[in-house]
């Protein structure tokens, strides 16, 4: 998996699971050594769309975020996430610094979440295309 | 730092490294968007009565309600300003008050009623009677910063006749207006020429306010946040309101009415409908003082 | 310093917002959970996204409780809360493209390339008022399954490519990729470039977009004329950004959002007769109602060129909190400018009585 | 001291806080509406920072078009990186820093905005090596009069070297195109000058020469 495969799980994960997981970590003495090196802050990133008739791209909005910055043991982490949760922000940060020190096998935990998450995103997919399918207007073919 | 202070200073929780999210914020905007305004504002005072363009943000008051009057205060107010905020010239009409507590919760600062003690004056359709000088900046609101709408809709047309100068056809209006009526009917904010080249909106303030704007010895700042203008009348600049040899502008008349409160004849008075001895000044804070002195 | 005591202004403000706050929170019912707009809502939510011009399910949740469902409210709130944010990144740009279809209906074709998807629709549901909690669905319901749908979603074939395929779009790709228009920092007004154009609708308010569309249509200066809908979909786009110290590409999540695509039948005596021309209409949230006027509008105004004002309108009319704020200050205090105004009947008068 | 470490303390430096930018702010805006009259910026900021910085520090945003003229390119870009403004080629920027205002560049080479947009015109803080001091007729260096300025101000500038103010007398264009300066002495005391100002060489023009 790749750091970023790895960011953009963590980016979805259930927000509760994560710090929560994080914080063991830490009690545990598994993560040490945490600085804040970008302080968690909410703000918006622009959204630019290309459309498909000229290939122009245009602003449709923005979208709320929250951005942080750490770093683990001199490593730097880095976490963006959907909405306002500055909690949920550092605790992604610190995971994506610690898996970059240490890989994902050295963190069975943090493994075993990132790939739930994942486990989670396909089977919504699955739900919803299996309603949705079902709406597809099935015409006879006109031989 | 050693290691050992880091481990000794290491939090325990996300929520304690989180801690208390302490972001500084002084005037409602982010740095970004009063950076911007500020940079609009300095374009307008060097080009005395040219609107310029600004990205006008939302606002805790709708767009027509003061925001781009109160996006410029905001973009100009520091820690040592003190502020006065008039609508209608009245400290206590409920736009006012609703309009400083935005600024001073946001910044601290001082409010004031009082003309001398204030640096930054916020108005909507007035300029306070009481003189003003160098130390003063007047900001007022504008709704409709065009001065040209009643003649022309079409925003490059009008774009083009600003950037030549060309007026032509506001003095054609303003020629027929006589003609058919006897009197100039524009009633406030009366077209004026600034610094002999650009034509501005005089916000809505009465013809009573205009020749206060000419020569004057303060900076006037116009913000319209819903059509994302800013416009700047500096100091010691001519504004002339535009009228013929033989029209002479006439600001409002009261036909000899005194203020039913101070007496004065000598301030912009408003009418209570219907009743004997209905007037009074429209400046409270000003009214307040003749009748304390 | 020298504040002189209130005269009631600021009191009456204060009860006045106390009152809003007490029959709106002490209400006898039950407060309405944030959940419960984006779940029961969502259609409303979405709406107070689009006009925002901000994705933010929750924020919108909250805005719409505070402002007592009243939409252009909410959207006041929503926006005025962006403007206390910084701008923290540019996402990666998403090619329309990436959508994954959740609905999808191609009126020019009976069987377009690609499924017709009526998804979670109430296009053909009769208009009759429930009222009885008989209907609620029993979550035991079964939907009935068919064995001859997909298994797997479809590929993404649109109807613009299907006319480029056969020759009959005027091809107005370009290749120099502009930087687009931001109007939140640089006000668009005419001339615009089309990105500006874009933006403005996407954000513009719901009903007054429709209605630029219904009066350009049957009103007395109508530009445009009724095009053949391409594509109606309904989808959800990734939101990808660049990990600053991989600079690879993260994806944080998704957003959903309405494309239209209107074919529009050329007939001007300059234009291309033997082809067609698409516009193009995309806005946050599912709401196909602004995206099909979208889409008619930025054909219809592509075509107008500079000939009539329908490019003035759609930039400098349509925003909700524009049009709503300045009709609504009119309830502010005037009667300095009235008593000028009277001031000036007098004078009219008395000039005309003396030449009587 | 290591080189990363200078780096750090010059770029630190440039970063404004928010009170210091708003009163840098408010003495630009009142330089530019009462020309030709002195002000002074923050003694704090005049010992931290190089002058010429000043105004642009505190102005620029995120990807404002902005141009040192210095001969030394990294300060060029810790202004940008303490502002996330834009590095662009002088004729094309918004905003312009000139450390030794000998250049042909000044003023006409620099972008002077259109008679449709002169608010796209440039406005640039120029560095000279003279203190500014307001004046009388009879000593004045400069003598300023337009918008802003109730007859003339007279102003002086002690200790400028040859030509340095030789810009100010070429100002061939016709308002509202035009630049707007500052124009910043060694010891932070400056004078706004407007493109609508008009200027003159007062007796003691010459004054001063090195």
Redesign the interface.
């Known amino acids: 998996m790749s750091r970023e495969d790895i960011c953009s799980s963590l980016a979805c994960s259930d927000a509760v699971a994560l710090e929560t997981l994080i914080n063991s970590l830490i009690a545990r003495g598994t993560i040490a050594n945490i600085e804040m090196i970008r302080p968690p802050s909410t703000g918006t990133i622009q959204m630019q769309v290309r459309e498909p008739i000229c290939e122009e791209r245009f602003i449709v909005g923005d979208a709320l975020v929250t951005i942080a910055e750490v770093s683990v043991n001199g490593t730097l982490g880095w976490a963006m996430r959907l909405g306002g949760d500055a909690n949920a922000a550092v605790a992604a940060a610190v995971a994506d610094a610690h898996i970059a020190r240490v890989g994902l096998e050295g963190v069975p935990e943090l493994a075993e979440l990132i790939s739930y998450t994942q486990l989670e995103l396909n089977r919504t997919e699955e739900r919803e295309w299996t309603e949705i399918r079902e709406t597809i207007i099935d015409f006879e073919e006109l031989d | 730092m050693t290691l050992e202070a880091t481990v000794n200073s290491s939090p325990t929780t996300i929520a304690e490294l989180v801690g208390h999210r302490t972001t500084e914020t002084f005037a409602l905007r982010d740095e970004e968007s009063k950076r911007e305004i500020r940079r609009a504002l300095l374009q307008a005072v060097c080009i005395p009565g040219y609107q310029v363009p600004f990205g006008s943000r939302e606002m805790p008051v709708a767009r027509g309600w003061g925001s781009g009057g109160l996006q410029v205060t905001l973009a100009c107010v520091g820690a040592d300003d003190a502020v006065k905020v008039i609508d209608q010239g009245d400290d206590e009409g409920v736009n006012a008050v609703n309009l400083r507590r935005l600024v001073t919760m946001s910044t601290g600062i001082d409010e004031t009623t009082e003309v001398d003690e204030a640096t930054l004056i916020q108005s909507r359709h007035r300029i306070p009677e009481d003189d003003m000088n160098e130390n003063h900046i007047l900001i007022l609101q504008v709704p409709v910063p065009e001065p040209l709408r009643g003649i022309e809709r079409d925003i490059r047309e009008l774009a083009r006749m600003h950037s030549e100068a060309d007026y032509s056809r506001m003095w054609v209006s303003l020629y027929e207006d006589k003609v058919r009526n006897g009197v100039i009917t524009q009633s406030t904010g009366y077209p004026c020429l600034v610094a002999s080249r650009y034509i501005v909106a005089t916000t809505p303030i009465p013809r009573w306010d205009i020749p206060r704007l000419h020569q004057s010895k303060f900076l006037t700042l116009f913000g319209a946040g819903r059509e994302k203008r800013v416009y700047a009348i500096p100091p010691y600049t001519d504004v002339e309101p535009l009228t013929f040899e033989d029209v002479p502008f006439e600001v409002e008349s009261a036909d000899g009415a005194t203020c039913r409160l101070c007496g004065s004849s000598e301030s912009f008075l408003v009418e209570m409908p219907g009743k004997q001895e209905s007037w009074s000044c429209s400046d409270t804070a000003w009214c307040r003082r003749q009748r304390n002195t | 310093?020298?504040?002189?005591a209130?005269?009631?202004?600021?009191n009456?403000?204060l009860t006045a917002e106390n009152l809003v706050r007490r029959l709106r929170d002490l209400d006898p019912s039950e407060r309405i959970e944030l959940d419960q707009f984006t779940g029961r809502l969502r259609l409303l939510v979405d709406r107070v996204?689009?006009e925002?011009?901000?994705?933010?399910p929750?924020?919108a949740a909250m805005a719409l409780r505070q402002g007592e469902g009243d939409l252009i409210e909410a959207v006041?709130l929503l926006?005025?809360y962006?403007?206390?944010?910084?701008?923290?990144?540019?996402?990666i740009?998403?090619?329309?493209?990436d959508i994954q279809l959740?609905?999808r209906v191609v009126p020019a074709f009976?069987?377009p390339g690609g499924?017709?998807?009526?998804?979670?629709?109430t296009d053909y549901t009769a208009r009759m008022l429930t009222t009885t909690d008989r209907d609620i669905v029993d979550a035991n319901d079964s939907?009935?399954?068919?064995d001859?749908?997909?298994?797997?979603?479809p590929g993404n074939s649109?109807m613009?490519?299907v006319l480029r395929d056969m020759d009959l779009l005027v091809d107005?790709?370009?290749?120099d990729?502009?930087?687009?228009?931001?109007?939140?920092?640089?006000?668009a007004?005419?001339?615009a470039p089309?990105?500006a154009l874009?933006?403005s609708m996407?954000?513009a308010e719901t009903g007054a977009l429709v209605n630029q569309w219904y009066r350009n249509i049957l009103g007395p200066d109508g530009y445009l004329h009724e095009v053949t809908l391409g594509e109606v979909r309904h989808g959800k786009?990734p939101?990808n950004?660049r990990?600053?110290?991989?600079g690879?590409?993260?994806?944080?999540?998704s957003?959903r959002?309405t494309e239209v695509?209107a074919i529009e039948d050329l007939n001007g005596s300059e234009e291309d007769r033997t082809r067609f021309d698409?516009?193009?209409g995309?806005?946050?949230g599912h709401n196909e109602r602004k995206a099909i006027a979208m889409a008619n509008l930025d054909i219809a105004c592509y075509r107008d060129g500079?000939k009539s004002?329908l490019e003035?309108s759609l930039l400098?009319t349509t925003d909700g909190?524009?049009s709503?704020?300045?009709?609504?200050?009119l309830k502010?205090?005037?009667?300095?400018?009235f008593?000028?105004?009277?001031?000036?009947k007098v004078?009219?008068r008395r000039?005309?009585d003396?030449?009587n | 001291m290591s080189d990363t470490q200078i780096e750090a303390a010059e770029l630190s430096a440039r970063f404004l806080d928010l009170h210091e930018s708003q009163t840098v702010f408010r003495l630009l805006l009142d330089a530019l509406s009462q020309p030709g009259k002195v002000f002074h910026l923050p003694a704090e900021l005049v010992a931290r920072i190089p002058v010429v910085e000043v105004p642009i520090l505190a102005l620029l945003g995120y990807d404002t078009p902005f141009s040192l003229v210095s001969g030394d390119s990294s300060r060029e870009h810790l202004i940008a990186r303490a502002t996330s403004g834009r590095i662009v080629e002088p004729a094309v920027a918004a905003y312009v820093g000139v450390c030794d205002s000998r250049i042909d560049l000044l003023p006409m080479g620099l972008c002077l905005g259109t008679s449709m947009r002169p608010d796209t015109a440039a406005q640039v803080s120029v560095q000279v090596n003279g203190i500014f001091t307001s004046a009388t007729e009879s000593t004045a260096t400069l003598h300023v009069s337009g918008p802003g300025v109730e007859t003339t101000n007279h102003v002086s500038c002690d200790g400028a070297t040859t030509g340095e103010l030789d810009f100010l007398l070429r100002r061939d264009w016709t308002a509202p195109r035009g630049l707007d300066m500052w124009i910043i002495g060694v010891d932070g005391s400056f004078i706004g000058i407007p493109r609508t100002s008009h200027v003159s060489a007062g007796p003691s023009w010459k004054k001063g020469v090195s």
């Open positions: 310093m020298g504040y002189a209130a005269r009631g202004g600021l009456a403000i996204m689009g925002s011009g901000l994705w933010a929750e924020l006041h926006r005025a962006k403007s206390t944010l910084g701008r923290l990144d540019t996402a740009p998403v090619h329309a493209n959740v609905r009976r069987e499924p017709q998807i009526l998804g979670r629709s939907t009935i399954t068919l001859t749908a997909l298994k797997t979603r649109r613009s490519d107005r790709r370009r290749t990729d502009p930087e687009p228009f931001d109007i939140t920092r640089t006000p007004k005419p001339p089309r990105s874009l933006s996407a954000r786009l939101i950004v990990h600053p110290m991989t690879g590409s993260v994806n944080i999540g957003f959002a695509e698409v516009g193009y995309f806005c946050f500079a004002g003035q400098m909190l524009d709503a704020g300045f009709l609504e200050h502010l205090p005037h009667y300095v400018t008593r000028s105004m009277v001031e000036r004078a009219v000039v005309a003396g030449k």
